[in-house]
């Protein structure tokens, strides 16, 4: 059973084909969808060629998917996708049906970023390929092995259950591909910080293999600043936003795309390019890159408090993976919990590599993703094809 992997962004592009065996035979990746002259690079057994995206959107990218494809597509059996929140109606690994779909709508202004655009997506390729089980795997599935002092927050009595309010944590697929990598790598390790970091961010405390708490919380509005997304905000500034006179509606739309990185900045929420801002002395550009390096480095010390000890710990996502100058300024002076970078080892980092000094108490490594392998296993599994 080939498999195909669409992993959808809220301005970018991935997927891949596994064959029967978990063989990857082509994957590709877009960013910047919605932008003019934004193309996708397919690579199949190496060999990369570039594709135009003629229709800016989402849309014109799995157009463009669909025709780099080409004769892997009338073999693909199912159709694996990420799919970000469902509260509690919908988690795990499920079937794309009409309760998913209904639990997807449910939380769209939770994840407004994220739950249209992924909806839209399974509806376009539902279109493509007729009769193929769809299987989405729910972002929030990993951790649902959070204690439940981590999941709750402390509202009014049955607020929780009335309104599916509570922690939920995201990026599941690649914090769990990140655990199970470091296992085979550093199998000492059992209390690890799985570090996601890009457009959207997040770090995660694992204990040997299974979730215990994260940085993000009811929504991936939540955790880090993030790059146009506002990350942990007091509720009651909201209350004090209606006071002020701006709707809760501007105020929702405000924080979910103006917020973040970009507010911090004055610039942009891209953090190459706030990184290369910083390097020219743009003093917004270096005040966000602080200010995001801190929100880290303090969240690693309270999720290896949560784990009692920290004794691994993996830089991924985008810019977790490629850029030197991110990981050290966020280990920079957290020496005390026995994180220490090997310069030369983090500055000529590529692709899995440990960065840290091989007799560190915290073994430090940077391991790129695979949510689409994750997606792929998962489906498969879900189908009784594994």
């Given at each position: 059973m080939n498999i195909?992997a669409v992993?959808?962004g809220s ?12 063989e ?8 910047g969808v919605?932008r003019?002259?934004a193309?996708?690079?397919?690579d199949e057994?190496?060999r990369?060629t570039e ?12 157009d ?5 494809l ?11 996708f990420?799919?970000v ?5 919908a ?6 049906d ?5 639990a ?11 739950n249209?655009?992924?909806a839209?997506a399974?509806?376009h390729?539902a279109?493509?390929l007729?009769?193929v089980p769809l299987?989405?795997?729910?972002e929030t599935?990993f951790h649902?092995t959070?204690?439940p002092?981590a999941r709750?927050y402390?509202?009014p009595?049955g607020?929780?259950?009335r309104?599916g309010l ?6 599941g697929?690649?914090?769990r591909?990140i ?6 790598l550093e199998?000492?390790?059992?209390r690890l ?5 890009g457009?959207?961010?997040?770090l995660?405390?694992i204990?040997d ?5 994260a940085?993000?919380?009811?929504s991936p509005?939540?955790?880090l600043?993030?790059?146009e ?24 739309r405000?924080?979910?795309s103006?917020?973040g990185?970009?507010?911090l900045s004055?610039l942009s929420g891209d ?5 290369a801002?910083d390097a020219?002395?743009?003093a917004?550009a ?5 200010t ?9 010390g309270a999720l ?6 920290l004794?691994?710990l993996a ?6 993976e490629n850029?030197g100058?991110?990981?050290s300024?966020i280990?920079e002076?957290?020496g005390?919990?026995g994180i220490h970078l ?5 500055d000529s980092?590529t692709?899995?590599?440990k960065?840290?000094p ?5 073994a430090?490594?940077?391991?790129p993703t695979?949510?689409e392998?994750i997606?792929?296993r998962?489906?498969?599994?879900l189908?009784g094809?594994g």
């Amino acid at each position: 059973m080939n498999i195909l992997a669409v992993n959808v962004g809220s301005t970018s592009l991935k997927y891949a084909v596994f064959g029967p065996h978990d063989e990857l035979m082509c994957r590709g990746k877009a960013d910047g969808v919605a932008r003019d002259r934004a193309f996708l690079i397919h690579d199949e057994g190496g060999r990369k060629t570039e594709h135009p995206i003629l229709r800016p959107g989402l849309e014109g990218a799995l157009d463009t998917m669909v025709e780099a494809l080409g004769t892997h597509l009338p073999a693909v059996s199912a159709a694996a996708f990420k799919v970000v929140h469902g509260g509690d109606d919908a988690t795990g690994v499920v079937l794309l049906d009409d309760a998913a779909a209904a639990a997807l709508e449910r939380f769209a202004a939770a994840a407004p970023a994220h739950n249209p655009p992924y909806a839209l997506a399974i509806r376009h390729i539902a279109k493509i390929l007729p009769g193929v089980p769809l299987i989405g795997s729910f972002e929030t599935g990993f951790h649902a092995t959070w204690p439940p002092e981590a999941r709750a927050y402390a509202l009014p009595a049955g607020w929780a259950e009335r309104y599916g309010l509570r922690r939920f944590g995201f990026h599941g697929a690649s914090h769990r591909y990140i655990s199970e990598r470091l296992a085979e790598l550093e199998p000492d390790v059992r209390r690890l910080i799985s570090c996601h970091l890009g457009g959207s961010s997040s770090l995660c405390a694992i204990v040997d293999g299974a979730a215990v708490d994260a940085t993000m919380g009811f929504s991936p509005q939540s955790g880090l600043p993030q790059a146009e997304r506002v990350g942990d905000l007091d509720a009651f500034a909201l209350v004090h936003l209606t006071a002020e006179g701006v709707t809760l509606e501007e105020a929702a739309r405000a924080l979910a795309s103006e917020g973040g990185l970009l507010g911090l900045s004055g610039l942009s929420g891209d953090l190459r390019e706030l990184e290369a801002a910083d390097a020219s002395g743009h003093a917004g550009a270096a005040f966000a890159l602080n200010t995001y390096a801190y929100a880290a480095r303090k969240s690693i010390g309270a999720l290896a408090a949560a784990m009692g000890g920290l004794d691994g710990l993996a830089f991924t996502g985008g810019m977790g993976e490629n850029s030197g100058r991110l990981r050290s300024r966020i280990c920079e002076e957290l020496g005390f919990l026995g994180i220490h970078l090997t310069p030369a080892r983090n500055d000529s980092a590529t692709g899995e590599a440990k960065v840290g000094p091989d007799d560190a108490p915290v073994a430090v490594w940077v391991v790129p993703t695979d949510e689409e392998r994750i997606l792929v296993r998962q489906a498969r599994e879900l189908l009784g094809a594994g």
